[in-house]
């Protein structure tokens, strides 16, 4: 069972660690893609509130990954 969750645990902290770089990279390249694309500017934003809800997440996610290993510990 400990294996289980242990694998569980390093694939979720995993998933979060790409979100967050993914969002990260996304909000850097944000004005390039939509000055490329000839998009306008409220595409940017929105590019941005993207990469923040996905950060929302991955912090979420973070405090759910920390409470599990507490749980596990003690």
Same mark, same amino acid.
């Given at each position: 069972?400990?294996?289980?969750?242990?694998?569980?645990?390093?694939?979720?902290? $995993?998933?979060?660690?790409?979100? !967050?770089?993914?969002?990260?990279? =996304?909000?850097?390249?944000? *004005?390039?893609?939509?000055?490329? =694309?000839?998009? *306008?500017? $409220?595409?940017?934003?929105?590019?941005?509130?993207?990469a !923040?809800?996905?950060?929302?997440?991955?912090?979420?996610? !973070?405090?759910?990954?920390? $409470?599990?290993r507490?749980?596990?510990?003690?």
């Amino acid at each position: 069972m400990s294996d289980e969750r242990d694998k569980a645990m390093a694939r979720k902290g $995993r998933i979060t660690g790409v979100v !967050i770089a993914a969002a990260a990279l =996304l909000s850097l390249l944000a *004005p390039w893609i939509v000055h490329q =694309l000839g998009l *306008p500017i $409220r595409y940017e934003m929105l590019i941005y509130l993207g990469a !923040i809800a996905a950060f929302l997440w991955a912090f979420v996610n !973070i405090y759910q990954l920390w $409470r599990m290993r507490q749980d596990s510990q003690g």
